[in-house]
């Protein structure tokens, strides 16, 4: 769908959650469609990370922008689907 360079995605999250996982699934799932890159980074292993987001995560970071942070809820397949469609346009 996307012409050019692939979509830079990088999840913060942690080992052993659950949110997280569900949101890793969901990007793997787009890369079927949308050409991408995702970096997973432990927040555990920056303490700085782990102060930023620990009460946050997952956190998706779209092409170097914040796109999603899940206070009260997790980022759905189908909001970062239309998200990476809007940056299309």
Not at 3 to 24: D, M, S, T, W
Not at 55 to 77: C, H, K, M, N, Y
């Amino acid at each position: 769908m996307q012409a050019g360079k692939p979509f830079e995605i990088v999840l913060y999250g942690r080992k052993n959650c659950h949110l997280c996982e569900q949101v890793e699934q969901s990007i793997r799932l787009l890369e079927m469609e949308f050409p991408l890159r995702l970096t997973v980074v432990d927040i555990e292993e920056d303490d700085a990370l782990h102060e930023k987001y620990m009460l946050v995560i997952p956190v998706v970071e779209i092409d170097g922008q914040e796109a999603f942070r899940s206070v009260t809820s997790v980022v759905t397949w189908e909001e970062l689907r239309a998200e990476l469609v809007r940056r299309l346009q």
